[in-house]
């Protein structure tokens, strides 16, 4: 699918940027709904954890506690692990 998206979008579509494919997918569902553009996660894994980071981050204890059975630990190869500080990214909002 990613290789067709240029020939859907046409051939002066920039590749990044406000008219990009990936800023249209966006600005199209909130338009519609009246809601303001949401950030593009490509998994719900990823989106899961930059949830418990943003909520984790803000706290004087940054943590946060996953059942050992849940999905974002077994199925998703311990995603609550956590990342050095350097490596951290504010998500954008």
């Given at each position: 699918?990613?290789?067709q998206?240029?020939?859907?979008?046409?051939?002066?579509?920039?590749p990044?940027?406000p008219?990009?494919?990936?800023?249209?997918?966006?600005?199209?569902?909130?338009?519609l709904?009246?809601?303001?553009?949401?950030?593009?996660?490509?998994?719900g894994?990823?989106?899961?954890?930059?949830?418990?980071r943003r909520?984790?981050?803000?706290?004087?204890?940054p943590?946060?506690?996953?059942?050992?059975?849940?999905?974002?630990?077994?199925?998703?190869?311990?995603?609550?692990?956590?990342?050095?500080?350097?490596?951290?990214?504010?998500?954008?909002?």
């Amino acid at each position: 699918m990613l290789h067709q998206t240029p020939a859907l979008m046409g051939g002066d579509t920039p590749p990044d940027g406000p008219d990009s494919p990936v800023a249209v997918l966006k600005r199209h569902p909130a338009d519609l709904l009246g809601k303001q553009v949401a950030p593009f996660f490509p998994n719900g894994t990823m989106a899961k954890q930059t949830v418990l980071r943003r909520h984790a981050d803000g706290r004087e204890r940054p943590a946060c506690v996953a059942h050992p059975q849940s999905r974002l630990e077994v199925c998703r190869s311990r995603a609550t692990t956590p990342c050095p500080a350097n490596e951290r990214a504010a998500p954008a909002m």
